[in-house]
């Protein structure tokens, strides 16, 4: 099936470097107008550059997400710019990693901030407008670790189980305007996060995916170009698991 997007615009978060890089270059490829948001500048705009070097549009924004200022002042600039995003990915994310009874408040709310609030900043500064289009996608991507917990990870699995409860408010929220809001689960994916595992870890998680291997950021960007598509009109407030079977 190939997926049709009419003359689109997108945002996409945490677009510098992995999971958030390849959704931003599918949907450049499927010819959507894509704003690669980072925190770096360089990040996300090597990304928008190397899109545009193979004939895609895309440009790029550095915000700190986790600031709900900085967003909503660069959400009104890009909205004065572009009249309206008519797709917005929240896929920005960082680990603060350690056992709960040694974790710091500012750990904690470093990662609720940058993986949880910034969906609910990007989403208020940003989703006015396909209401009154009257068409829009959100896609929020999640983790498994929100679904199954993680020791080490309670507040990556808070913040992550968190996007399930706003995504599916959210899709309630704006279904009447035919916005659709879903989120993506990652399982075990080759990204940064996990290139620092060693290898004993790398192998005992493997065991445990039925498909026997860790997924690709492609695996996640193909799901949600889908999401984002004309084709997902009638798909709403769903999780999608996109993890080689972990989760069943």
Not at 39 to 62: D, L, M, Q, Y
Not at 192 to 205: F, K, W
Not at 214 to 236: F, R
Request: proline letters at 2%; one cysteine or more; charged letters at 20%.
């Amino acid at each position: 099936m190939v997926l049709t997007f009419k003359d689109r615009t997108a945002l996409v978060t945490g677009a510098g470097r992995g999971i958030g890089k390849a959704i931003a270059e599918t949907l450049a490829a499927a010819g959507v107008n894509v704003i690669c948001v980072s925190k770096s500048e360089s990040s996300c705009g090597a990304v928008a550059e190397g899109i545009r070097s193979r004939g895609g549009k895309a440009t790029a924004r550095a915000v700190d997400v986790a600031d709900g200022a900085a967003v909503a002042e660069a959400a009104a600039e890009l909205l004065a710019e572009h009249e309206v995003i008519d797709i917005l990915v929240n896929n920005a994310g960082i680990t603060r990693d350690g056992l709960m009874l040694r974790m710091s408040d500012g750990d904690w709310q470093e990662v609720i901030q940058t993986n949880l609030s910034s969906c609910f900043y990007w989403i208020k500064g940003i989703t006015r407008p396909m209401t009154r289009r009257r068409w829009g996608r959100v896609v929020n991507i999640s983790s498994v670790v929100g679904l199954m917990g993680n020791p080490g990870q309670i507040n990556y699995s808070a913040s992550k189980a968190g996007i399930f409860g706003l995504t599916k408010s959210l899709a309630k929220e704006l279904a009447s305007r035919s916005v659709t809001c879903n989120a993506v689960a990652p399982g075990f994916i080759e990204t940064d996060m996990t290139a620092g595992l060693d290898e004993d870890v790398s192998r005992e998680i493997t065991s445990r995916i039925p498909l026997k291997r860790l997924g690709k950021p492609e695996d996640i960007a193909g799901m949600v170009a889908y999401l984002c598509s004309e084709e997902a009109a009638y798909v709403t407030g769903q999780v999608f698991t996109v993890d080689g079977g972990l989760v069943m």
